[in-house]
């Protein structure tokens, strides 16, 4: 989950490295810290615990001069938020400096060996071995050493190191946590994410598992393990530092609600043909191995997880195969039943998420085909599925996801669409018709945008509660479940999501007089069912609040208040009605006075299981 930045070349270390840790820090905000290798091989470590703010402040005004740097943000697995936990770490003389992301499961091992050996741990961290072990084993020749580190340690990590007999070298290594080198002109990056060096180069090139990685100013090589050279691939990063800045919002994800629109135009975009049907490529499957698709199953976590819950219902309704949406945090350990007829969809934002890496190798040792839906490209999801669907939202760094799962919900309905296409399963002109009501989506979500005034004056009133439940049918059922979850990270309310059947056989004792109740209820077959749940829930003093299509006064009766969106295909309400569940999120959070980008405990990337 950690932010990693590391700098070789020209201009001032210190600035580089901050610049690049403000746009990493969605990834872990407990402590910061930078050291910075001088020219005259004075090797200093400045590190803070709390928001990179804090580091900032501590720092300002000191001298910290030098042309090689590395940084580091924090989200705290071993070991408290300190000051003496956050990176990076050094070894007993001050001479290596160490940042990592990720966990060394062999921690403690090595740290027994290392005590008897007479080095002196200073931290909690499983981190700080590291350093130790560089110094232990240091004889020249960083990249070896580091080579020879990894081939002892177990778990997932990657390392930046430096050493002050080495000024023009930064080595790095990965192993299961994403890792990306930026390359520049006179002066070479390594990163967590292409947003670490997205303000000095746009050119990039991902680092594959077990890779060691020396940075220079005057170039970059990568080796495996064994020490020997690999080539690779870059590539051109299709956005720059403007998409990762505020651009006048107080906060990141006011800015990515507001450029959902633009989102889904972009995940539209080049794959409507002519002829107003849909084009592929990226499935890399031929139409006779779509054709012998048997069963699908989505995996994913958190927010990716309702949108594939969305998915199920698109893929069932349109391509007629049958749909599991699972946990991928479960998945591998109940012996799914899967096999070469299987289409498995992974489902991460950032293509990195540990769980759904992990599931993904699992599908594909079964033999299944694994298509990656994520916003990433050259993530290790996307590299290690048979095929991606790029999402093309642009970056998101609130750590709470809003244009990227609506992206991702566009992405299921186009392989909902190209299954049912390829398979025969819907006519072309049906085809035609889904999507053409899915080009108008990108202006209905615009609407809704424009008529938030009153949600975020609900907001308000809800500021205060320490319960809120959500209800939802059908389709409305996921969007239930997303609400909740963004209420529970941003505001730190207690929040529920159930499918509205079910409200009577247990949540109703939930109801008091007075409890928020949040009803996803645009127009649809099962609404007078869900009328009634609305009924069943203000007879026992619920507020119920309702998320209602433009002209249904059916449900006016029966909500306190009215949250009106226009009118689309029933199946497509998802990407209408989660709108105003995060801008409701978002306002209600500001209302507490909290933080919208960096709610407490968590980061973007979840990249340790």
Not at 492 to 506: L, M, R, T, V
Not at 515 to 521: F, L
């Amino acid at each position: 989950m950690c932010g990693i930045v590391g700098y070789v070349g020209g201009q001032d270390a210190l600035e580089v490295v901050l610049g690049g840790l403000r746009r990493l820090e969605y990834r872990g905000y407990d402590s910061a810290g930078v050291a910075v290798l001088s020219a005259d091989g004075v090797l200093t470590v400045e590190r803070k615990a709390g928001k990179l703010a804090n580091l900032e402040k501590q720092i300002a005004g000191l001298p910290l001069p030098g042309t090689l740097g590395i940084g580091h943000t924090r989200w705290a697995t071993h070991g408290p938020p300190t000051d003496h936990n956050a990176h990076p770490h050094l070894d007993c003389s001050g001479a290596v400096a160490v940042v990592h992301n990720g966990t060394i499961e062999n921690f403690e091992v090595l740290v027994a060996g290392l005590e008897l050996r007479g080095h002196e741990r200073r931290s909690d961290t499983d981190t700080e071995v590291v350093a130790h072990l560089v110094e232990e084993r240091y004889a020249g020749d960083l990249a070896a050493t580091v080579r020879s580190i990894c081939r002892d340690l177990e778990g997932s990590f990657v390392l930046v190191v430096a050493h002050r007999d080495e000024p023009d070298l930064v080595v790095a290594a990965r192993r299961n946590l994403p890792l990306v080198i930026g390359l520049g002109e006179g002066e070479n990056f390594v990163g967590s994410d292409v947003t670490a060096f997205i303000a000095h180069t746009r050119e990039a090139r991902a680092v594959e598992q077990d890779q060691v990685v020396e940075v220079r100013r005057s170039g970059v090589t990568v080796t495996d393990l064994a020490g020997t050279v690999v080539e690779g691939e870059s590539y051109h990063v299709d956005w720059d530092t403007a998409a990762a800045e505020k651009g006048g919002h107080e906060f990141f994800m006011l800015k990515e609600i507001e450029e959902q629109p633009a989102a889904i135009r972009e995940t539209l975009g080049g794959r409507l043909q002519e002829d107003g049907l849909l084009h592929l490529d990226e499935l890399s499957m031929s139409d006779q191995d779509i054709r012998d698709i048997e069963q699908v199953v989505i995996i994913a976590c958190g927010s990716s997880y309702h949108s594939g819950l969305v998915g199920k219902y698109a893929l069932e309704r349109w391509a007629r195969l049958p749909v599991q949406v699972e946990m991928a945090s479960e998945f591998r350990y109940r012996d799914p039943v899967i096999g070469r007829s299987t289409l498995v969809i992974a489902v991460s934002q950032s293509g990195e998420t540990a769980d759904t890496l992990e599931a993904v190798r699992h599908a594909r040792s079964l033999r299944a085909k694994v298509l990656a839906v994520t916003n990433t490209i050259g993530s290790t999801i996307s590299r290690e599925s048979d095929a991606a669907l790029y999402t093309r939202g642009g970056p998101e760094v609130a750590v709470a996801s809003t244009k990227a799962v609506m992206t991702q919900m566009i992405a299921m309905y186009l392989v909902g669409l190209y299954l049912a296409q390829v398979r025969g399963t819907r006519d072309p002109d049906e085809v035609r018709a889904h999507l053409a009501d899915l080009r108008e989506v990108p202006d209905l979500v615009q609407e809704v945008l424009d008529r938030m005034g009153s949600v975020r004056t609900l907001a308000q009133s809800l500021a205060t509660e320490d319960r809120v439940l959500f209800l939802g049918r059908h389709v409305g059922y996921p969007m239930a479940l997303e609400g909740a979850l963004k209420l529970k990270e941003l505001a730190y309310i207690s929040a529920e999501g159930f499918p509205a059947g079910e409200i009577k056989h247990g949540p109703i004792a939930l109801i008091e007089q007075g409890t928020p109740v949040i009803v996803i209820a645009p127009r649809h077959a099962l609404q007078a069912k869900l009328i009634n749940n609305v009924q069943e829930v203000r007879a026992r003093g619920a507020r119920t609040i309702v998320i209602a299509t433009d002209g249904d006064e059916s449900v006016t009766p029966y909500a306190d208040t009215v949250i009106r969106i226009p009118d689309t295909k029933s199946l497509l309400t998802p990407l209408l009605t989660i709108v105003p569940l995060q801008v409701l999120s978002a306002a209600v959070a500001m209302a507490r006075g909290l933080d919208v980008d960096q709610p407490r405990n968590l980061a973007k990337s979840v990249t340790v299981e």
